[in-house]
Nanobody, 124 residues
Framework: QVQLVESGGGLVQAGGSLRLSCAAS????????MGWFRQAPGKEREFVAA????????YFADSVKGRFTISRDNAKNTVYLQMNSLKPEDTAVYYC?????????????????WGQGTQVTVSS
């Protein structure tokens, strides 16, 4: 079992930056791929980014490519999402998720464990 707790959300002006963190419990964290998803009001939860178990490989949604980076520190059981050049359309609740099969999939069904989310609001 893995428990995930996100932090770092908040209110930021367009063009600003935020760094989200996701702290994981459990000794198997370093073997899981990790992902970030987001859900805006009235919309489906969508894929944002994923990172391999080692951190060597990353994958981004087209909407955030070039603006967001994902990283992890397996010694700290933590994954990060650095968000730069934020836009109002990035406003959403952001969730981290753990993929025990290490597929780095953009599909929610591949992620067995989810955090409770952190709100990111970007004002124009």
């Amino acid at each position: 079992q893995v428990q995930l707790v996100e932090s770092g959300g908040g209110l930021v002006q367009a063009g600003g930056s935020l760094r989200l963190s996701c702290a994981a419990s459990g000794r198997t964290f370093s073997s899981y791929a990790m992902g970030w998803f987001r859900q805006a009001p009235g919309k489906e939860r969508e894929f944002v980014a994923a990172i391999s178990w080692s951190g060597a490989h990353t994958y981004f949604a087209d909407s955030v490519k070039g603006r967001f980076t994902i990283s992890r520190d397996n010694a700290k059981n933590t994954v990060y999402l650095q968000m730069n050049s934020l836009k109002p359309e990035d406003t959403a609740v952001y969730y981290c998720a753990a993929d025990p099969r290490a597929t780095m999939s953009p599909y929610r069904v591949e992620y067995d464990y989810w955090g409770q989310g952190t709100q990111v609001t970007v004002s124009s």
